[in-house]
């Protein structure tokens, strides 16, 4: 097992396999045969990015769907930013913030609409 998928099976060990982020149920990608770009497949998310100090320890990880991961990447405000995409990184900041505390179901501390932006994402 490399080193990653090992980290995803421990990972799901702790919190089961479903994204941090949106708790979608996650599969191991590795282990079911399908492709990494699978939406259910599961990654390995940083919850501090390396970038900013963030370490490989476990404590640093959670599990994640693509797209979250892919959309906590892309989360700050890009210039010439839409309202729209304004209010989407605030409530994500707020979801991220949440995961970071370790609040074990954040999406439960969100507001419905709040959640009903998440889920509409960013066009
Ligand atoms: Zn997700
Ligand atoms: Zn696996």
Redesign the pocket.
Known sequence: MSSMHKRRHTLALNDGWA??????A?VCAHCEGKPETDINAATVDHKVARAQGGTDALDNLVL??????RLKGAHAVPEGATQAHIRYARVWAKLTSLVSQGVRDPMSKMTPREKKILKKGVA
């Open positions: 994204c941090a982020y949106c708790g979608r996650l994640a769907c693509g797209p979250c991961n």
